[in-house]
Every structure is written in C-alpha cells, then in structure tokens.
Nanobody, 124 residues
C-alpha cells in the first residue's frame, strides 16, 4: 500500500481559494489512480474528484465541476486539488485516497489507501 499525507487545509472566506496537496510514499505512485473525498460533520463521506494513473482522465462530482481541479505529479509522488469559488457547503475534512483499480472511482470502497485528512472550513 501507499502512504498518503494531506496538507493545505485551512479557513477561507466564501469565494476564496485553497490548494490541497497529497504526498504519497513509495516507488509505484504512477500505478495508482488517486481520488479526493470529503466528509462534513454528520454526513457520509462523499466523492469529490478522481484522476487516472497517467493523469489523462479526471472525474468530478457535479457539486464541484468548474470550481475544483485535480492534478498529479508522478515524478514527485504528489496529487493536488485546486479549489476555487469556495462555498460554505464545501466545508469538510478532505481525504486523499489511492487505488490500483481502474473503475468505480466515485466509490470509496474502490480505494485501498487513505490519508488522515485535512480540514477545510469556508466561512461566510
């Protein structure tokens, strides 16, 4: 399994931006598709976005399309989530996840490894 560590969370005002980072350990990072999920208090963990192993394809939840952008740097074992036009409903703990599978990226059960999360709070 790959070890994942998220960073970049914080408090931001409505309409602001944040960039989350996820650092992965191991030599086989390019073998993993990567995803971001989030969990707000009292709610289930939900899919945000995923990117394939090569970075050639990305998949977004409707709620973040046009506002969030995922990218990855396989040379440096990093994946990023650029978040713009943030809304109060984006407030959650954001988790980075990795999977060797090539399907059902929207499903948290697809993922083998998870980070511990980073808190994002959007204040109005």
């Amino acid at each position: 399994q790959v070890q994942l560590v998220e960073s970049g969370g914080g408090v931001v005002q409505v309409g602001g931006s944040l960039r989350l980072s996820c650092a992965a350990s191991g030599r086989t990072f390019s073998s993993y598709a990567m995803g971001w999920f989030r969990q707000a208090p009292g709610k289930e963990r939900e899919f945000v976005v995923a990117i394939t192993r090569s970075g050639g394809s990305t998949y977004y939840a409707d709620s973040v399309k046009g506002r969030f952008t995922i990218s990855r740097d396989n040379a440096n074992n990093m994946v990023y989530l650029q978040m713009r036009s943030l809304k109060p409903e984006d407030t959650a703990v954001y988790y980075c996840a990795a999977t060797t599978k090539t399907y059902y990226y929207w499903n948290s059960r697809t993922y083998d490894s998870w980070g511990r999360g980073t808190q994002v709070t959007v204040s109005s």
